[in-house]
């Protein structure tokens, strides 16, 4: 009984002060930052974690944590990765005036923005919205009036994004990939040859505000520049971005997610009338060339693929495993992928479960942003495709294992996978009082 007290008393705190951090990081009445400090305006994918954390307690503002994030949306459907509200902000690099989306015809001129996106979670989180409250009308009117807004942002990437024609959406820069600086990207950024004429002068904020050792280094920071200038010199268009980029990759994470928002467009779509064939065709094509293409038996796992240089970046990480959540593997595959995340739980050397790097490649690294650490969206992702392929007990250790993380270190960015190690310390990795990381113990304390 004293047991139960505690774990009750905890979930209590954790849910307060979850709920106090959304509210804290609401700025304007409107949108929500990731983190106060660190991330100072609205970020694409974190915005559709942080929707689903206000639908606990605030379906309005859950709505308009939407609205405010499509007010970016260009004419093609795009939808980027930063939405600058406020152009009074200071201390983030790359802002407003490096992006110059105002130059460009067919982006949104209300408001400026950057010029790649991210990972489309927005549909299937307004599907699960959907699915908390199957009877309220204001989120029945919401969705259908928003419902186009997802279909044009989905035929954006077929029609920009797609040079092979086979439903695998590219990307030209990690930042879109939401894995920053994943050792995935690292041999495609050491082989981009660029000298100090390539680039502008800029300056670092990121390394300033958090830790610099577990921030991305400057020659990488170089590589990010140079890739968003080759955007800017093509406009941002996609078709002649993937005929000149060194880095055009079809990665994991992106289309699994895209896969997973795919079938919640559909689902929604033949809920409340709306023609959805086209999207069907998309993702049928998607899921097969997904399974078929990205699939490394000498792996066990599914693995991004270079475009540019027809090859796989053969590497075990954490974007293979969002496929479970949107259901491309057969069962022995997602069985295959599963055992691996019940044998890093299992280990002598103690991980928390997941990584989001191989913890036996020489790169791994437990405190370097995407080298290694935990991650809470992307432990969410898992924790619902282990569900979908019935492995609840691996579902319940990634829950418990993440809930007990934020508990006891606070509302991080990221964590330190080591149980040994994270038991020793008093705080999480990057940004604190973390907005999709308050939205995620929301999420799986209801559930």
Not at 79 to 97: C, D, M, N, Q, T
């Amino acid at each position: 009984m004293d047991n139960l007290k505690k774990i009750t008393s905890q979930f209590s705190r954790l849910r307060k002060e979850a709920v106090q951090i959304l509210h804290d990081n609401t700025w304007e009445g409107r949108y929500t930052v990731p983190s106060s400090n660190l991330y100072p305006y609205q970020w694409n994918w974190d915005s559709g974690f942080v929707a689903l954390g206000f639908a606990h307690f605030d379906l309005k503002r859950a709505f308009l944590e939407f609205e405010s994030l499509f007010e970016g949306q260009w004419e093609n459907g795009m939808l980027p990765h930063i939405v600058f509200h406020s152009k009074k902000r200071e201390g983030y690099f790359p802002g407003p005036k490096y992006w110059q989306s105002s130059t460009i015809e067919r982006a949104n001129k209300k408001v400026e923005t950057s010029g790649i996106t991210q990972p489309p979670v927005h549909a299937f989180m307004l599907e699960r919205i959907y699915q908390m409250n199957p009877n309220n009308k204001e989120v029945k009117d919401f969705i259908k009036s928003f419902f186009p807004k997802l279909m044009k942002l989905h035929k954006y990437y077929y029609e920009h994004r797609d040079p092979e024609n086979e439903g695998l959406i590219y990307i030209y820069h990690p930042w879109a990939s939401g894995r920053d600086n994943s050792p995935l990207w690292d041999d495609l950024v050491k082989t981009i040859p660029i000298t100090k004429d390539d680039i502008p002068p800029y300056k670092r904020y990121d390394n300033l505000k958090a830790d610099p050792s577990e921030r991305p280094s400057d020659r990488d920071y170089d590589i990010y520049v140079y890739l968003m200038e080759l955007g800017k010199k093509h406009k941002y268009k996609g078709i002649e971005i993937a005929k000149e980029s060194p880095f055009v990759v079809q990665d994991t994470l992106y289309n699994a997610v895209l896969i997973k928002s795919n079938e919640a467009l559909i689902n929604l779509g033949r809920e409340f009338g709306f023609d959805v064939m086209e999207i069907e065709e998309f993702n049928a094509l998607s899921k097969k060339s997904f399974d078929e293409k990205l699939w490394l038996d000498e792996l066990g796992m599914y693995a991004p693929y270079d475009l540019r240089n027809k090859k796989h970046i053969k590497m075990k990480e954490i974007g293979s495993f969002v496929s479970l959540y949107a259901g491309i593997p057969n069962q022995e595959r997602a069985d295959q992928l599963i055992d691996y995340i019940d044998f890093l739980g299992e280990r002598e050397d103690g991980y928390r479960i997941m990584p989001s790097f191989d913890p036996d490649h020489w790169i791994f690294n437990p405190k370097k942003y995407w080298k290694g650490p935990i991650w809470p969206q992307m432990n969410w992702l898992l924790y619902q495709g282990c569900k979908n392929y019935g492995h609840h007990g691996t579902a319940n250790i990634l829950k418990w294992d993440f809930l007990e993380l934020v508990n006891n270190l606070g509302f991080h960015e990221y964590f330190d996978p080591r149980r040994a190690v994270a038991d020793t310390l008093e705080k999480g990795y990057g940004g604190d009082r973390f907005s999709w990381t308050a939205a995620v113990v929301l999420d799986l304390m209801a559930d």
